[in-house]
């Protein structure tokens, strides 16, 4: 797998690597949305790049996890169907199937996350119709600013962690 991937730079510590399937999804997604018109290339790009962050965002949070147990990850590969995070099976591994469970967990959470975001951003930036607002105008205020909030807290909770963890490392 290593040979097909491209280093990317490090995050975390961590080596991220990024899969030549990546190039070859773009190059389809560019060649095929872009014979469809002038904005379709764009849309294409648009659509690679957030499953690219999407994907690099659910890695880390394996990687994050990993590093919080004590058990940090090797490197990271990304692949458009997602990505594998290769752990450092020298590391001391007690306490394993605890660990394993979380560094597991970590990934499924964080894309709960973004689906909320994802969301919250949607339902925020399209226009809604008028029989929408009559019928759910209310209710879906209400869920906004509680997505909202909810998003919020669960972020500054993000970067707490991260903060925790940069000190792990920086610590000799
Ligand atoms: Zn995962």
New binding site residues.
């Given amino acids: 797998m290593r040979s097909w991937s491209i280093p990317a730079g490090r995050i975390f510590g961590v080596e991220i690597r990024i899969h030549l399937t990546f190039l070859l999804l773009l190059a389809y997604v560019v060649l095929t949305e872009g014979a469809a018109g002038g904005a379709g290339a764009g849309r294409a790009v648009a659509l690679v790049g957030i499953i690219f962050v999407s994907v690099v965002i659910?890695?880390l949070?394996?990687a994050l996890a990993a590093l919080h147990s004590g058990r940090p990850a090797k490197s990271v590969i990304l692949l458009p169907l997602?990505?594998v995070?290769l752990m450092d099976e020298t590391a001391p591994q007690d306490r394993l199937a605890n660990r394993e469970l979380r560094i597991?967990a970590?990934?499924?959470l964080i894309?709960l996350l973004i689906a909320f975001v994802a969301g919250a951003v949607v339902g925020a930036v399209i226009p809604s119709t008028g029989k929408e607002n009559e019928l759910l105008g209310e209710q879906r205020d209400r869920l906004v600013d509680r997505a909202s909030s909810l998003a919020h807290e669960r972020v500054e909770r993000a970067k707490e962690l991260v903060r925790e963890d940069m000190r792990d490392i920086a610590r000799p």
Avoid: D, I, K
């Fill in positions: 659910h890695e949070a394996h997602g990505g995070t597991a970590a990934g499924p894309n």
